[in-house]
């Protein structure tokens, strides 16, 4: 199922990280297992009565016993199968609110700047594991050249963005980010702002339709604009 939607264009100085069917033919097969089970069990049971040693009587206990587990499974068998409905509506529920998304900007883990090219500005992000006393990145050109370097300086944890003034005709810009703290290496996930184009339903997930990224799932966005 894919939901698509006109994209409508966003502000380009936005800066990224600012401090149907309810039952499947699984669940039927499943379903047909456990009541032949089921069916198994009691004519066992019944057969195991009627050539029981009249001198020496099945104990009532064990026969209880015999039924209740059976009667457990049955349940969960039943329990499953509810799960199973309910979970095919939670999806199909995703769908319609992922459709709100399209024409929006979301920021995902990346390193494509993203370039508005009447404005020549691109714009970026990075999560730092901890707080750096020196970030740098350097903007990256389609022919693997660094074009410039840009000395952010300090910067807290977490979710932080940058812009680079100074986009050309080439769009197919990336960026590479380091991070240190008292010399020492921070750890960093580069994010890139993307767009969102349609949304689909992929292996019962929500994904999204994205204009660099192609198709991701909806669980990796960090944030929405």
């Known amino acids: 199922m894919t939901i698509?939607?006109?994209?409508?264009?966003?502000?380009?100085?936005?800066?990224?990280?600012?401090?149907?069917?309810?039952?499947?033919?699984?669940?039927?097969?499943?379903?047909?297992?456990?009541?032949?089970?089921?069916?198994?069990?009691?004519?066992?049971?019944?057969?195991?009565?009627?050539?029981?040693?009249?001198?020496?009587?099945?104990?009532?206990?064990?026969?209880?016993?015999?039924?209740?587990?059976?009667?457990?499974?049955?349940?969960?068998?039943?329990l499953n199968t509810t799960v199973s409905g309910l979970n095919a509506q939670f999806v199909?529920?995703?769908?319609?609110?992922?459709?709100?998304?399209?024409?929006?900007?979301?920021?995902?883990?990346?390193?494509?700047?993203?370039?508005?090219?009447?404005?020549?500005?691109?714009?970026?992000?990075?999560?730092?594991?901890?707080?750096?006393?020196?970030?740098?990145?350097?903007v990256i050109s389609s022919t693997g050249t660094v074009l410039q370097t840009l000395d952010l300086g300090a910067q807290a944890a977490g979710m932080n963005g940058f812009a680079w003034k100074g986009a050309a005709n080439d769009t197919a810009y990336t960026f590479k980010v380091t991070a240190t703290a008292s010399g020492q290496p921070v750890r960093i996930t580069p994010l890139m702002r993307d767009h969102v184009d349609a949304v689909a339903i992929v292996n019962n997930k929500l994904t999204l339709e994205t204009a660099k990224s192609g198709q991701v799932e909806y669980s990796t966005v960090k944030a929405i604009s």
Not at 16 to 24: Q, R, Y
Not at 30 to 40: C, I, N, Y
Not at 109 to 127: A, I, P, Q
């Open 4 to 78: 698509t939607a006109t994209a409508t264009a966003s502000n380009p100085l936005d800066l990224i990280g600012a401090n149907g069917a309810t039952k499947s033919a699984g669940t039927s097969a499943t379903s047909k297992t456990d009541t032949s089970a089921t069916d198994r069990f009691l004519k066992l049971l019944v057969t195991q009565m009627q050539n029981q040693d009249p001198l020496n009587p099945m104990d009532n206990a064990q026969v209880t016993s015999q039924m209740a587990q059976i009667s457990t499974v049955s349940g969960i068998s039943d």
């Open 92 to 138: 199909q529920l995703q769908a319609v609110q992922g459709a709100s998304l399209v024409g929006r900007d979301v920021t995902l883990v990346g390193n494509k700047l993203d370039v508005t090219t009447d404005s020549g500005v691109g714009v970026g992000g990075f999560e730092l594991s901890s707080a750096a006393d020196n970030v740098k990145v350097d």
